[in-house]
């Protein structure tokens, strides 16, 4: 299931992925808030903090996740992935080099660094 994270700056659309994860989870949940944050500023600065294994997401949340960013791909300005997965964290390291926007890789113990970072505007 994916979760908004409560207490967050109100230009992050910020998300807790907790056991397996499904398309109506992005459909319920990620959508509305990113589009939320697009209708309020613009562009979109993301967290999703992983309390769960990637391997939980299902087929069909994959499906989501990319049709969300492919819709968007314009409009990403910030987007931290907060996970203990170094793979993970590789992965969205390198993700910058190949779309719009900023993508960068925390472990949990810096959780409040990743929500400053991803709050602070760079465009």
Known sequence: MIRLIDNTPNNVAAFKAIGEVTKEDYQNVVVPEVERVIE????????????????????GAWMQDALLGLKNIAKWNRAAIVTDSDKAITFTNGFSYFVPGEF?????????????????ESL
């Open 40 to 59: 309020q500023i613009g562009h979109i600065n993301f967290l999703l903090y992983l309390d769960t294994d990637v391997e939980n997401f299902t087929a």
């Open 104 to 120: 960068k890789g925390f472990k949990k113990e810096q959780y409040d660094q990743a929500l400053t970072w991803t709050s602070e």
